[in-house]
């Protein structure tokens, strides 16, 4: 880590026109992650853009006092990647994700960062520190700025780490959550940030229909294999009489899995266009093996996959044959 720092703190200090960037569909983690660097950069009076393929959702976008995140345009915007000296990805390391960006970055000479915490990197950068081990992006991200300047940590600046870290482990929850992440909560804390009002900022801006939504989700739940397996399937019936849409489905994963006993958790959502497929397991079922089958991958205990298909109910029969055939091969019931 200590070469990376180096090399993070020279192309940092060099560096005059930065643009960040996240994945398609940013988390708690990918805006804060950005929002947390280009302020700590824009105090260093470096010019500092964030670009995004996707909007900024609602309950994230108090993030935009932070620093501004702007909804990537390639007829304003591209000129900004090609002409940029430093380009960072962060909370993502393949370069689909930042999908529409693709074609300006392509045309940039900038040196390229990627600071992340997913599996199956790409690597493709200049400088690639990624952490596979680490529950946040944010979290790696607060111990490369304290190594290059704890007063850089301002109270903007921690209280978008503090986002990236409390989403990302869904509250404290996860399992990679650990002594170093409680350390670093608590060092954001003491910098001023209000942990209750990020938490009202991301979790308690729902609306009716996002509630109806929950509901519904919760309604459609089936059992499998005597309890083992739970399956959740959210219908663009449901959508629709609920006025939400896809990007209303967060953290619904957790409910397959808080039911005594279940061990593979599925949630299967219908999009406009094709089907996603969430996996989820307890302990060591790979359930990114599953995913695979539907060519899809991620990391054990959490995988995911999207298919062109648009047949719900034979898309589902499958997935019950594959998880029976998968529930025996491995010896899990
Ligand atoms: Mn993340």
């Given amino acids: 880590m200590q070469n990376e720092i180096q090399t993070l703190t ?7 026109s930065f643009v960040l960037t996240t994945h398609i569909n940013p988390d708690g983690d990918a805006i804060g992650s950005e929002t947390a660097l280009a302020r700590f950069l824009a105090d260093r009076g470096k010019r500092v853009h964030i670009l995004n393929h996707s909007a900024t959702p609602e309950n994230l976008s108090f993030l935009n006092d932070v620093h501004p995140v702007l909804h990537y345009d390639a007829a ?18 393949a370069r689909q994700r930042f999908a529409a960006l693709t074609d300006a970055f392509d045309r940039s000479n900038a040196e390229t960062v990627i600071i992340d915490h997913h599996l199956e990197h790409e690597s493709f950068a200049d400088l690639n520190i990624i952490d596979t081990e680490t529950p946040a992006t944010c979290e790696l991200l607060y111990l490369l700025l304290h190594a290059i300047d704890p007063n ?7 209280t ?5 870290i409390m989403t990302d482990t869904q509250s404290f929850r996860l ?16 910098r001023g940030v209000q942990s209750h009002e990020i938490y009202q900022h991301v979790y308690e801006n729902g609306t009716l229909g996002t509630m109806q939504l929950l509901g519904a989700a919760l309604d459609s739940i089936s059992l499998h294999h005597g309890g083992l397996v739970a399956v959740m399937t959210l219908t663009r019936d449901i959508f629709r009489g609920t006025g939400t849409k896809e ?27 094709g089907i996603k497929i969430s996996f989820r397991s307890k302990g060591t079922i790979p359930v990114n093996e599953l995913a695979k ?3 899809g991958g991620g990391h054990r205990n959490a995988a995911g996959a999207r298919l062109q298909e648009t047949d719900l109910a034979s898309l589902s029969d499958r997935l019950l044959r594959d ?4 529930i025996h091969q491995r010896h899990i019931a």
Avoid: W
């Fill in 175 to 190: 399992p990679l959550t650990d002594e170093m992440t409680h350390i670093i909560a608590a060092d954001l804390l003491r």
């Fill in 10 to 16: 020279r192309l940092i200090e060099t560096g005059t």
């Fill in 323 to 326: 998880i029976t055939a998968f």
């Fill in 152 to 158: 850089g940590i301002t109270l903007p600046v921690a």
């Fill in 160 to 164: 978008a780490l503090y986002t990236g």
């Fill in 293 to 295: 089958h539907y060519g």
């Fill in 76 to 93: 304003l915007h591209a000129d900004l990647i090609v002409t940029a000296d430093r380009f960072f990805v962060m909370d993502c390391n």
């Fill in 247 to 273: 990007s209303d489905v967060d953290n619904l994963t957790a409910y397959v899995l808080g039911i005594k006993g279940v061990r593979i958790g599925i949630v299967i959502v219908e999009l406009d266009q």
